[in-house]
């Protein structure tokens, strides 16, 4: 089970497109890139230090570096050392400060991920009854777990069909069998 220490920021909604957005402004993001098995990985701070993004290269929905965010490896020493050992096998935990911020219904499912052991899956149909969302609700939680804008640290991988099949992961698929496989869920 992760445990991460989830931060909030004040939240702005566009009454135009229904975004929800953190009240971080984006002077105030940092950023660095850290190599992976996975490819490079875009990891994203408010000005607390605590993740607002990690993504993948072609990352479905991923962020991409905006002129005004600050380039600064400092925030994110302790994200890079976590990452490190996860994919060394050292790590199965991550204990780092998270701040992404999405509607009220995004997080409860984003917290749900995090309670999903290491080396562990479940069904979409299993994170809305966790969430106590009606079995009607799958789509809408499988949305939000594709929202998921913490890829690796909130462990979305870990979220497979009701069939066992491996369905969507915004990072493709060829990186939720690695990861999956890392994990020991799939056999190499």
Same mark, same amino acid.
């Not at 105030?28 to 990891?43: A, N």
């Not at 570096?65 to 990452?83: C, K, Y």
């Not at 780092?96 to 290491?118: C, N």
């Given at each position: 089970?992760?445990?991460?220490?989830?931060?909030?920021?004040?939240?702005?909604?566009?009454?135009?497109?229904?975004?929800?957005?953190?009240?971080?402004?984006?002077?105030?993001?940092?950023?660095?890139?850290?190599?992976?098995?996975?490819?490079?990985?875009?990891?994203?701070?408010?000005?607390d230090?605590?993740?607002?993004?990690?993504?993948?290269p072609?990352?479905?929905?991923?962020?991409?570096?905006?002129?005004?965010?600050?380039?600064?490896?400092? #925030?994110?020493? !302790?994200?890079?050392?976590?990452?490190a =050992?996860?994919? *060394?096998?050292? +790590?199965?935990?991550? %204990?780092?400060?998270?701040?992404?911020?999405?509607?009220?219904?995004?997080?409860?499912?984003?917290?749900?991920?995090?309670?999903?052991?290491?080396?562990?899956?479940?069904?979409?149909?299993e994170?809305?009854?966790?969430?106590?969302? #009606?079995?009607? !609700?799958?789509?809408?939680?499988?949305? =939000?777990?594709? *929202?998921?804008? +913490?890829?690796?640290? %909130?462990?979305?991988?870990?979220?497979?069909?009701?069939?066992?099949s491996?369905?969507?992961?915004?990072?493709?698929?060829?990186?939720?069998?690695?990861?999956?496989?890392?994990?020991?869920?799939?056999?190499?």
């Open positions: 089970m992760n445990t991460m220490t989830p931060t909030t920021a004040p939240l702005t909604t566009n009454t135009t497109t229904g975004t929800t957005t953190s009240g971080t402004a984006a002077a105030d993001t940092y950023w660095t890139r850290v190599e992976s098995p996975l490819g490079t990985l875009l990891l994203t701070a408010g000005p230090g605590a993740l607002t993004s990690l993504s993948v072609g990352q479905k929905g991923g962020r991409a570096v905006r002129d005004d965010w600050r380039q600064d490896p400092g #925030p994110f020493r !302790a994200a890079e050392e976590q990452l =050992a996860y994919f *060394a096998g050292e +790590l199965k935990d991550f %204990r780092l400060p998270l701040s992404a911020a999405g509607t009220p219904f995004r997080e409860k499912v984003w917290a749900a991920l995090d309670d999903i052991p290491h080396g562990e899956t479940v069904s979409y149909g994170i809305a009854a966790r969430i106590g969302a #009606p079995r009607a !609700a799958v789509r809408a939680v499988g949305g =939000a777990i594709g *929202a998921n804008p +913490l890829l690796i640290v %909130r462990p979305c991988h870990r979220v497979i069909g009701a069939d066992g491996l369905t969507g992961y915004a990072g493709g698929l060829d990186r939720k069998i690695h990861l999956l496989t890392h994990e020991g869920v799939l056999r190499p």
